[in-house]
């Protein structure tokens, strides 16, 4: 049998027919290679069965990582924050701010890097990764009703 998270051993009585085993289940040695073979025969199937199991658990487990899992898209010309990562230069305490921006994205490549540009069209020569990047909102502060 094969069984997940225990060890799995065959005592020596039953992996080797002593002539006792072989008298009290009153088997002859043609019997018993039949039996075996019957055994043997049967573990294919069980490895597939756990193999298909193991696939059904992997496909539910990654369904229900990708309900939550939200893609971001990125376009060119579009304002971001970047974050500020604590073993950078830029991290001068725990006051100051965790994200350093508006930055523009001058190119998106594959994979969830981004190319940033400062807001006066210098261009980042390394990538960054777009997890460490959120999008910046500009809210217009027009209120009609005030004029």
Known sequence: MLVYG?????????EIPSLRIT???ELDNAEWVKSRYKQLALIDGKRMN???RG?????RMSRAFNKIVKPREFIPGQLVLKKIISHQD??????????HGPYMVHRVLTGGALILAKM???????????DAVKRYYVYSLCFPYMM
């Open 6 to 14: 225990t060890e799995v051993f065959i005592p020596a009585k039953v």
């Open 23 to 25: 008298q009290e289940a």
């Open 50 to 52: 756990a193999d298909c």
């Open 55 to 59: 696939q059904l658990c992997q496909n």
């Open 90 to 99: 830029e991290a001068k305490g725990k006051f100051y701010p965790n994200w």
């Open 120 to 130: 006066d069209g210098e261009v980042w020569p390394k990538p960054i990764n777009s």
